[in-house]
Nanobody
Framework: QEPLVESGGGLVQAGDSLRLSCVSSERTFSTLSWFRQAPGKEREFVACSWRNTGNTYYADSVKGRFTITRDKARNTLYLQLNSVRSEDTAVYYC???????????????????WGQGTQVTVSS
């Protein structure tokens, strides 16, 4: 069984909303983040959630439009995407790490587990 499994992607119009989910099937992770990768681009950080404090952090490109949340009882991480734009088109991945600090959360190698990704395509 995969440690992290994403779902919820699809084809949407610019301005629409959708919610992505990431389910942890094996354990509870202290630090969970969303990344995305567009064709021909490097994988970029989107948002982070810390379990113990409830703190969140967002990339400037999505701040005010995306919201990261957790359902702790169901071991599920969510990313709510509002007012989507064509530049939001990418494969979205969730990633899990142990008690990462702010300086670490943008570093791919800091994470212990990655999901397989879910495709979000925004038509303009």
């Amino acid at each position: 069984q995969e440690p992290l499994v994403e779902s919820g992607g699809g084809l949407v119009q610019a301005g629409d909303s959708l919610r992505l989910s990431c389910v942890s099937s094996e354990r509870t992770f202290s630090t969970l983040s969303w990344f995305r990768q567009a064709p021909g681009k490097e994988r970029e950080f989107v948002a982070c959630s810390w379990r113990n404090t409830g703190n969140t952090y967002y990339a400037d490109s999505v701040k005010g439009r995306f919201t990261i949340t957790r359902d702790k009882a169901r071991n599920t991480l969510y990313l709510q995407l509002n007012s989507v734009r064509s530049e939001d088109t990418a494969v979205y991945y969730c990633a899990a790490g142990n008690r990462l600090i702010l300086s670490q959360i943008r570093q791919h190698r800091a994470y212990d587990y990655w999901g397989q990704g879910t495709q979000v395509t925004v038509s303009s």
